[in-house]
């Protein structure tokens, strides 16, 4: 089964960018839409993009226009370009498929501070 793991999270100032990355373990080329959600502290884990095989894009209202999620099926990996920063996006960051059936990694933390 697919195992995935997160990194590229860390503590940034509001304002401020990074790229997560989700390295799977096997072969998402058959899943046809991959998603990153994340999880504040005390909240639900919440849908943040989602990509299509085809390479169709959605976002949730609070992050469009300020994170970017890509593909590289050859590579078994899925990005997230977060920039603009704002405290209101710490929480840790997960990847899964859309909707989630495969094993959560551990996640990566994302901290932005004010």
């Known amino acids: 089964q697919v195992q995935l793991v997160e990194s590229g999270g860390g503590l940034v100032q509001a304002g401020g960018s990074l790229r997560l990355s989700c390295a799977a373990s096997g072969s998402i080329f058959s899943i046809n839409t991959m998603g990153w959600y994340r999880q504040a502290p005390g909240k639900q884990r919440d849908l943040v993009a989602g990509i299509s095989s085809g390479g169709s894009t959605n976002y949730a209202g609070s992050v469009k226009g300020r994170f970017t999620i890509s593909r590289d099926n050859a590579k078994n990996t899925v990005y997230l370009q977060m920039n603009s920063l704002k405290p209101g996006d710490t929480a840790v960051y997960y990847c899964?498929?859309?909707?989630?059936?495969?094993?959560w990694g551990q996640g990566t933390q994302v901290t932005v501070s004010s």
């Open positions: 899964n498929a859309l909707p989630p059936g495969l094993p």
